[in-house]
C-alpha cells in the first residue's frame, strides 16, 4: 500500500486514489511506536470497506495512519513518510489532462515547461510562468478550460 499525506489540507493518497477527510476531530488514538509518546488522531477517512485515520505524535510528530474495519477493529498500521501538495498534485493531474495541442496553440513550450515545473513543484522559469499566466484567460476563452498554476 502506498500512503502519501497532505499535512496542509489533510487529505491521505492511498495508491494514487485523493482521500478527503469526514472529519478532523482529535483524539487519543494510541502510542507512538517510535518514542512511546500519546498519538493523537488529526483527521478521520473513510476508505474501502473501513476506516482510515492518521494520527500524529505529540512529541516526535511522526505520522501514521491506522486502519480499522467497519467496526473499528484495528486492521494495521502504517508509518508515513511520504508527503504531497493536493493543489500541486491537482493542478499536474488538470494539465495532464489538456491535449497537448491545445496547450501549444496558446503557449510557447518554454511557457509549458514553466506550467508542468510549477504544478510538480520544482523549479521553473519565473518569467516564463508569468507570460503563460498572461494567457490563462484567452485558454479559457477558446477551448473552455480553465487553468490555475
Ligand atoms: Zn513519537
Not at 493543489?87 to 496553440?105: E, Q
Not at 514553466?114 to 510562468?129: D, P, T, W
Amino acid at each position: 500500500m502506498d500512503i502519501r499525506y497532505d499535512i496542509e489540507n489533510n487529505v491521505m493518497q492511498i495508491d494514487d486514489v485523493d482521500i478527503h477527510p469526514h472529519s478532523l476531530d482529535t483524539n487519543f488514538i494510541g502510542v507512538c511506536n517510535n518514542c512511546n509518546s500519546d498519538v493523537s488522531s488529526i483527521s478521520y477517512h473513510t476508505y474501502e470497506e473501513g476506516m482510515v485515520v492518521a494520527g500524529k505524535c505529540s512529541l516526535c510528530d511522526t505520522i501514521v495512519a491506522i486502519m480499522y474495519d467497519n467496526e473499528w477493529n484495528w486492521q494495521g498500521e502504517e508509518t508515513i513518510s511520504q508527503f504531497f501538495d493536493i493543489k500541486s498534485s491537482n493542478n499536474l493531474k488538470n494539465l495532464n489532462s489538456i491535449d497537448r495541442k491545445k496547450l501549444a496553440t496558446v503557449f510557447t513550450p518554454a511557457e509549458t515547461d514553466a506550467m508542468y515545473a510549477k504544478a510538480r513543484g520544482e523549479k521553473y522559469v519565473r518569467q516564463y510562468l508569468y507570460r503563460a499566466r498572461k494567457k490563462y484567460a484567452d485558454f479559457e476563452e477558446l477551448f473552455g478550460i480553465h487553468i490555475n498554476i
